[in-house]
């Protein structure tokens, strides 16, 4: 994830996923880590958001500590007394102790689309774990992705005091296993009647399982299991999003 992702985007980012099902995420997140991490793990997670997941975890018991690039996200963030949120580049961040799990949701992985950035990634989560932690991360899967092709997507969200209308344009690099996402925003204060537009392009990376393991070997994990998110079937070519399980060895 660039600095400049989100740069906008993060004032409005709750409201365009409000119909995001958090808490069966963090339900489907709990039984990995207990079937994975047989004690209730000490939790750092890689691209807090606005703390959404971090602060379920928290509710449910845990201790999380999350890192964000973006200002905008870490000011809309969401609080909880066992959820701790700082700043930070999640390839660079060094905090003075280890981990139970290393987690990072929403396709932050794919948010990583050079090289030295992912490996960079998986390196940091590595130095932040215990010998025998887990890391657990989504990411866009690249049979889904050149399969079914990115498209171009008009949405709309809205609550009391605005209304926003999003386009998004797709531009696929399939060399590279990046496809550049342009997104265009008009938002309308409902009372007022004034419009603010902004543009902001994000770089997604897709990766295949092969692909995926040897940057996770690389930097002294062992694969454990992958499958589609939330309902932990088997990858397929209709399977945009899936998890990866890795423990440090």
């Not at 905008?72 to 969401?78: Q, Y």
């Not at 025998?132 to 990115?150: H, L, M, R, T």
């Amino acid at each position: 994830m660039t600095k400049n992702s989100f740069l906008s985007y993060g004032k409005y980012y709750d409201l365009i996923n409000h119909k995001k099902n958090y808490h069966k995420e963090v339900e489907f997140l709990i039984k990995l880590l207990k079937k994975n991490y047989k004690k209730n793990p000490k939790i750092l997670e890689f691209g807090s958001g606005t703390g959404k997941h971090g602060c379920l975890l928290a509710k449910k018991g845990y201790t999380v500590h999350g890192v964000e690039i973006s200002e905008e996200m870490i000011l809309n963030s969401h609080k909880h007394k066992n959820f701790y949120l700082e700043k930070g580049d999640i390839t660079k961040i060094k905090i003075k102790r280890k981990f139970d799990s290393v987690i990072s949701l929403f396709h932050v992985v794919s948010y990583q689309t050079s090289n030295s950035s992912i490996n960079a990634l998986f390196k940091n989560a590595g130095e932040h774990l215990k010998n025998g932690g887990v890391f657990i991360c989504d990411f866009w899967y690249s049979p889904a992705v050149i399969n079914q092709k990115p498209s171009i997507k008009v949405k709309s969200f809205e609550n009391n005091k605005i209304k926003i209308d999003r386009i998004a344009e797709p531009n696929s690099f399939y060399n590279k296993n990046i496809v550049n996402v342009k997104f265009k925003f008009f938002i309308r204060n409902l009372f007022s009647k004034s419009l603010e537009t902004f543009e902001e392009v994000h770089s997604m990376r897709h990766f295949s399982l092969p692909e995926i393991k040897f940057i996770a070997e690389m930097s002294g994990f062992k694969f454990i299991k992958a499958g589609e998110f939330l309902t932990n079937q088997k990858p397929s070519e209709k399977t945009w999003s899936i998890y990866s399980i890795f423990k440090k060895i």
